[in-house]
Every structure is written in C-alpha cells, then in structure tokens.
C-alpha cells in the first residue's frame, strides 16, 4: 500500500476528495489530512507519506513552501499540487520542485486518479534508484574493503584510496571475544566525514584496523584517544600495537608486520600501547651491534643450543655495561628467548609450548614479572635446558631424520607433481620402503599427507585472498579444476565456493 496525506484549508474539499476514491482499490491508504501548512509539516514528517496532494495557497506554510521543507527531510515525497489559481507562476514554481501535477479547482474524479498513479509510478522510480544507488555504494564498499584487506597479505595498494596522503595499522588482542560490533563501531567512527578512512577485520585473534588520513598521526591523536578508548570500553585489558605511518602508501603488509611487532612486544611487556617508532628508537638506543650479535648466532646451521648459554652472559654483561634500563634489558631478553622459540620451531619442528608445557604468552609475562639480572639469567637459562633437554632425550633416529627431510621436502614442494619412486629416488631408498616407513609412523599414508597439506593450504588461500578457485587449485598442485572440486569436498566436507563463503576473514 502506498501512503497518501491531504492539506488543503477548506475542510469540504478533504472530505469530498475521502469519499469521491476508493483509494483502497488503488493500493493506497490516507495517513492523515491537515488543514494548514505548518501542522501538515508535523505531521507528514512523523507519518512519512510516500504522495503528499496539497493545496498552493493555505494558512501557515503555503503549498510551494511545504515542498521544499518536506523534501529537505524525506527526499523521495512526491507532491500533487491542487489549487483554485491558475497563475503560470505558481505552475512554474511547482515544476521547478518536481511536483508530479498541477491540478486545478473543480478536479474530475478520473484526473485525481490519473495523477495518483502517475505520482506512484515516480515514487516506484525514485525508489528503485535509491535501491540501485545503495547496492552500488554497498559493492564499491565491499570491492574497497576487500582490496585494503588483500594489500594486508602483501598486494599492491593501487587508486583506491587516492588522495590520503597517510596510513598506520593497529593491531588489537580480541581472543575469546566477539567483535562484530566493535568492527561496526570502528567503521562509524572512521566515517563520519571527518578526513580520514577506517577499515576494520578480525584476524584470527586479533582485530586489525586501518587508519589513512590526509594529515598525519600527530594531527589525528585525538581520533587514535577515540580508537583506544572504544578498545578499552569493549575488550578485556586490550593490548593494541601500532605500526610506524607511511607517507608514501603502496602495500599494507610492511605495516601490519610492524603492528604485529608491536603488539608482541606489548603483550611481552603488558603494556596497554605499544607504538613500533618507539620500538625502533629503542633498538638504535640498545645499539644495532648487540641485536645483529643475536640474529647471526641463531643463523647457524646445526646450533647447539646449549651454546646459547654464552649468549646470556653476553647479553647481560652488555646491559650492565651500558647501564640500560629494566625495559630496555627485558627486551634484549625477550628478543633472545624469542630467537630459540623460532630456532627450535624451524630447524626441529617441534612445538616449543608442548615442551615447555605453558602457552608462549605466559612465558612472555613471567619474563616481564622478573625484577634483577640475576632472575633473568635463571629464567633464560631454565627455559633453554629444558629445551636441550627435550631434544637430547628425543634425539633423532635416522629413521626420524629421513623422515623429517622427506616432510620438509613434501612442504616446499607440495604445489609441484610428486611420484613415489622419483621421492624416493631423491632420498636414495626403494619406493616400497618409503612407503611402508611413512605409514607406520605418521599414521597416514604419503599421498594422504600430501593431499591434506595441499587442503590446508587451499582453506588458507580461500580464507585469506580473493584469487579464482581455477588459480588456488593450481597453486596448490591441481592442473584439473574438477578434480580438485572433488578431492577438496571429500576431504572438506563441502565445495571451495561454499567453504569461501562460510570462512572468508571477518570484515
């Protein structure tokens, strides 16, 4: 049904023109009649018409004004002038404010008719283009959000977003936390016409927030004071890392990568905020010699980790002699410790919280909690024989070893054809061999391992990326993309469209 209301200042004419209509045949329904120009604006304004018929000469508001102060609120009122004058002036005026019809006193039945329907059917247009104008907006702003979310994984940032001249990423802890309306909340902040865009996506655990400006951050604190403080009010005890801001914007992975930092480091130090500048200040002031020291002896092939021992000595010596501060020392030590973890992770494949039995962000607080040089040695040095420990007591087979080789071998090729005599050829072994040692001890057979790694990577490339399935299939090892269809559905549970769909990265 569509929503008609009356004005006109002679009572007679409202009732004639209630009764003279069947408006219900019509599908419309009268919502109210007034008798003046400024109570018809009060009460068009709270029962939002879609026609307004009025007359052009009434107490209050006339009939031209009330046209243009309606459609200052609720654009899309089509008007039908009714009037006793005929004046080209007023018919002009009418026009110019886009009233649909100038209906002159007396008005025939079938005239009011024809003009209510032409008024419906410019009421369906304004409306269908209202929708059109909408859907638009609403895919340009999923294209945009979805390429500022690509540039993330290291796409180049074209046009998109010409004219800012700034960009920082934030990145905010949210594990366990729903952030849908945080997310909303974020965007509304960012886009109230201020000069500056906000994009916001859950990562994971975390909440990754794009900020570009036309100023710089400086210029924008006050806004960062509103992003912190929204944080704060939603999340539990967040801790939120920001990166460094790049003048000359062409991808947003180096910048997330310094946020990520950052937060580590805070999540290290609980510390609510964490600004990457500051952690590069703090790595010249620390001197560059004393980090590289640590990056070149965790560099070499077939460490003994047992010798990182010496390391300890070293770094603490250095932070005596140069007399640095206990957030300075804490994070040379966060720094080294986080260099095993890696080490251990890359070279062994082993899970260091598995070993420790302690989840990495509990270790990083009991690093944080300890207050002499003399408990960060203890500490170090417990965290470290422990791991020497675990690795001497599991210390490889050359079963194991072979094993090892072949899984990293499997993890670097996995996109490439790959045959079992020519991996076994590779390893110097029979075919049947490999094929009888890999089953026995992981469980699965090989070509079922390599087909479960290829699925992870293509639920990893259909989560974080909008690549074509055609190109994810070949790049996970599948010439054929109906086959790869099929593997990935047994082996999924549901189709890669459908998978996408479900699992696409929060925006």
Same mark, same amino acid.
């Given at each position: 049904? &569509?929503?008609?209301?009356?004005?006109?200042?002679?009572?007679?004419?409202?009732?004639?023109?209630?009764?003279?209509?069947?408006?219900?045949?019509?599908?419309?329904?009268?919502?109210?009649?007034?008798?003046?120009?400024?109570?018809?604006?009060?009460?068009?304004?709270?029962?939002?018409?879609?026609?307004?018929?009025?007359?052009?000469?009434?107490?209050?508001?006339?009939?031209?004004?009330?046209?243009?102060?309606?459609?200052?609120?609720?654009?899309?009122?089509?008007?039908?002038?009714?009037?006793?004058?005929?004046?080209?002036?007023?018919?002009?005026?009418?026009?110019?404010?886009?009233?649909?019809?100038?209906?002159?006193?007396?008005?025939?039945?079938?005239?009011?008719?024809?003009?209510?329907?032409?008024?419906?059917?410019?009421?369906?247009?304004?409306?269908?283009?209202?929708?059109?104008?909408?859907?638009?907006?609403?895919?340009?702003?999923?294209?945009?959000?979805?390429? *500022?979310?690509?540039?993330?994984?290291?796409?180049?940032?074209?046009?998109?977003?010409?004219? &800012?001249?700034?960009?920082?990423?934030?990145?905010?802890?949210?594990?366990?936390?729903?952030?849908?309306?945080?997310?909303?909340?974020?965007?509304?902040?960012?886009?109230?016409?201020?000069?500056?865009?906000?994009?916001?996506?859950?990562?994971?655990?975390?909440?990754?927030?794009?900020?570009?400006?036309?100023?710089?951050?400086?210029?924008?604190?006050?806004?960062?004071?509103?992003?912190?403080?929204?944080?704060?009010?939603?999340?539990?005890?967040?801790?939120?890392?920001?990166?460094?801001?790049?003048?000359?914007?062409?991808?947003?992975?180096?910048?997330?990568?310094?946020?990520?930092?950052?937060?580590?480091?805070?999540?290290?130090?609980?510390?609510?905020?964490?600004?990457?500048?500051?952690?590069?200040?703090?790595?010249?002031?620390?001197?560059?010699?004393?980090?590289?020291?640590?990056?070149?002896?965790?560099?070499?092939?077939?460490?003994?980790?047992?010798?990182?021992?010496?390391?300890?000595?070293?770094?603490?010596?250095?932070?005596?002699?140069?007399?640095?501060?206990?957030?300075?020392?804490?994070?040379?030590?966060?720094?080294?410790?986080?260099?095993?973890?890696?080490?251990?992770?890359?070279?062994?494949?082993?899970?260091?919280?598995?070993?420790?039995?302690?989840?990495?962000?509990? *270790?990083?607080?009991?690093?944080?909690?300890?207050?002499?040089?003399?408990?960060?040695?203890?500490?170090?040095?417990?965290?470290?024989?422990?791991?020497?420990?675990?690795?001497?007591?599991?210390?490889?087979?050359?079963?194991?070893?072979?094993?090892?080789?072949?899984?990293?071998?499997?993890?670097?090729?996995?996109?490439?054809?790959?045959?079992?005599?020519?991996?076994?050829?590779?390893?110097?072994?029979?075919?049947?061999?490999?094929?009888?040692?890999?089953?026995?001890?992981?469980?699965?057979?090989?070509?079922?391992?390599?087909?479960?790694?290829?699925?992870?990577?293509?639920?990893?490339?259909?989560?974080?990326?909008?690549?074509?399935?055609?190109?994810?299939?070949?790049?996970?090892?599948?010439?054929?993309?109906?086959?790869?269809?099929?593997?990935?559905?047994?082996?999924?549970?549901?189709?890669?469209?459908?998978?996408?769909?479900?699992?696409?990265?929060?925006?």
């Amino acid at each position: 049904m &569509y929503k008609l209301f009356i004005v006109d200042d002679e009572k007679v004419v409202i009732d004639g023109l209630l009764s003279v209509v069947d408006w219900h045949e019509h599908q419309v329904e009268v919502v109210g009649t007034a008798l003046d120009g400024n109570r018809a604006y009060d009460l068009i304004v709270e029962a939002k018409p879609n026609i307004v018929m009025a007359d052009i000469r009434m107490p209050g508001l006339n009939g031209l004004d009330l046209i243009q102060k309606v459609k200052s609120v609720i654009p899309d009122t089509v008007f039908i002038i009714i009037s006793g004058y005929t004046q080209f002036a007023y018919a002009k005026r009418a026009i110019e404010l886009e009233a649909i019809d100038y209906l002159t006193k007396p008005i025939e039945l079938d005239e009011i008719i024809a003009s209510v329907k032409r008024a419906i059917e410019k009421y369906d247009q304004l409306r269908e283009r209202k929708e059109a104008a909408t859907q638009l907006e609403q895919y340009r702003s999923q294209v945009e959000e979805k390429h *500022i979310l690509h540039s993330l994984f290291g796409y180049p940032l074209d046009q998109i977003l010409e004219g &800012y001249t700034s960009c920082s990423v934030l990145v905010t802890d949210c594990k366990s936390q729903s952030t849908d309306q945080l997310i909303e909340m974020v965007k509304l902040l960012g886009n109230q016409g201020a000069p500056h865009r906000i994009f916001s996506y859950e990562m994971e655990d975390h909440l990754v927030t794009i900020y570009f400006s036309y100023g710089n951050r400086e210029q924008d604190s006050g806004l960062f004071d509103k992003l912190k403080s929204l944080y704060k009010n939603i999340l539990t005890s967040p801790i939120t890392g920001i990166s460094s801001t790049y003048i000359e914007i062409t991808s947003l992975q180096q910048l997330y990568k310094e946020a990520l930092e950052a937060y580590h480091v805070g999540l290290y130090l609980q510390q609510e905020v964490t600004d990457y500048r500051h952690l590069v200040n703090m790595n010249n002031t620390i001197g560059l010699s004393m980090m590289k020291r640590m990056e070149q002896f965790f560099l070499k092939r077939n460490l003994d980790l047992s010798s990182s021992e010496s390391l300890i000595d070293e770094l603490l010596a250095y932070s005596i002699r140069e007399n640095l501060t206990p957030v300075k020392s804490k994070y040379l030590c966060f720094k080294l410790i986080n260099h095993v973890f890696e080490y251990v992770q890359q070279e062994f494949d082993i899970n260091v919280e598995t070993v420790l039995q302690e989840e990495k962000y509990l *270790i990083f607080k009991q690093l944080n909690q300890l207050r002499t040089m003399v408990d960060h040695k203890v500490w170090l040095l417990e965290k470290i024989r422990k791991l020497v420990d675990y690795l001497s007591d599991n210390q490889m087979s050359q079963k194991d070893k072979l094993l090892y080789e072949v899984k990293n071998h499997l993890k670097e090729n996995y996109a490439q054809p790959i045959g079992l005599d020519e991996l076994a050829g590779k390893f110097h072994i029979s075919p049947a061999y490999l094929s009888s040692l890999f089953s026995k001890n992981m469980g699965v057979t090989l070509f079922e391992y390599i087909i479960n790694m290829r699925m992870e990577k293509a639920k990893e490339l259909l989560r974080t990326t909008n690549n074509k399935i055609s190109d994810i299939c070949q790049q996970v090892g599948y010439e054929n993309q109906r086959y790869f269809n099929q593997v990935f559905k047994k082996n999924i549970g549901t189709t890669p469209g459908n998978y996408r769909a479900n699992h696409l990265v929060k925006q």
